[in-house]
């Protein structure tokens, strides 16, 4: 069995709510709310949930892009939320992001020598030459040739973009990657190039991912593992072919019977969600779904679900189990 690699526990993320003249707090955005989730070597564990449910801001806490508010974030047996801003500095070579918009993420003054260059400048004592033959390399790894070197992200199609930040983002060869959304940006015929690589990637390079993402499709095609997000809370997780074939979560269950059938003998009944989702500011007292989830009942409206394993490798927060 693989060995952990990253364990979170607890995770919480608020961010304050400023108001008045004095810019005093007046309550916190509950964006991450509580999340857990273990991830092992060589796995890809993806996120999956609609716009705004917190699964990117999990993804930039686990790496400490954003400061979390609560929880232990272990990777590699160490707790990374109490390392220093040194010891931190030190791990982001092997912690690493792949943006969504490659077109955002990379420097437009800067040649893909440069900006594969730098990476490899600000955490290793590389010579010349061996700056210049990993760049070579990484190049090789992500489909792209060498006089592609002195062009500008400018002269790239958006896929090539991608490619290129997929190779800053590994040239470090790091050990854990959080790719958030990164093939939302661009068309779908480029979508499963991306996806391709980045599997092929994670096989030559001993690759763990947080795979970010609200396409059921792709998440489905890429990940072993899946966690749904809702309101800043994990609501289910287990392995994904086995969540695909028999969700449990009501929310689930109507996210994934918005996806067509891949038999079209066996037509879904489409389950439509009424109304909003609440506001993050002030999250719902107990279970975060109720307000909008036909199984509602009870307990539903005055005490959270525990997320519990409910048969083996799967869990689910949810007062019907
Ligand atoms: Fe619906 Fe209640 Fe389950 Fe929440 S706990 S998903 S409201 S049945």
Redesign the pocket.
């Known amino acids: 069995m693989a060995k952990t690699l990253l364990e979170i526990e607890g995770l919480k993320k608020y961010f304050p709510v400023k108001s008045g003249v004095f810019k005093r707090t007046v309550g916190f955005v509950h964006a991450v709310d509580d999340v857990s989730f273990s991830v092992s070597e060589r796995e890809t564990f993806a996120l999956v949930g609609e716009s705004g449910c917190g699964k990117s801001t999990t993804g930039r806490s686990i790496l400490r892009i954003l400061e979390p508010t609560e929880g232990s974030v272990i990777f590699d047996g160490e707790d990374i939320l109490s390392c220093s801003t040194e010891q931190m500095r030190k791990k982001r070579k092997d912690m690493q992001l792949i943006f969504q918009n490659p077109y955002s993420s990379l420097n437009p003054r800067m040649t893909v020598k440069m900006l594969l260059s730098e990476p490899l400048k600000t955490h290793f004592n590389l010579s010349s030459k061996e700056v210049q033959d990993k760049v070579a390399w990484m190049l090789e790894e992500v489909g792209l040739a060498k006089e592609h070197l002195n062009r500008y992200p400018h002269q790239f199609s958006g896929g090539q973009r991608q490619r290129i930040s997929i190779a800053r983002a590994l040239i470090t060869e790091p050990r854990f990657v959080v790719a958030d959304e990164p093939v939302s940006a661009l068309d779908v015929s480029i979508q499963s190039q991306i996806l391709n690589l980045l599997m092929k990637l994670q096989r030559d390079m001993s690759l763990t991912y947080v795979f970010i993402s609200h396409d059921l499709n792709v998440v489905r095609h890429i990940s072993s593992n899946v966690g749904v997000m809702y309101l800043g809370q994990i609501?289910e997780k287990g392995e994904t072919e086995n969540l695909y074939e028999r969700p449990l979560?009501?929310?689930t269950k109507a996210l994934l019977s918005a996806v067509p059938s891949k038999d079209p003998l066996n037509k879904k009944k489409r389950i439509i969600l009424q109304g909003d989702v609440p506001s993050p500011v002030n999250p719902p007292k107990?279970?975060?779904?109720?307000l909008r989830?036909d199984?509602?009942?009870g307990?539903?409206?005055s005490s959270r679900?525990e997320l519990k394993e409910v048969e083996p490798r799967h869990h689910v927060?949810?007062?019907?189990y």
């Open positions: 609501v979560h009501p929310y107990g279970c975060p779904f109720h989830c199984k509602a009942f307990p539903c409206s679900p927060a949810c007062h019907l």
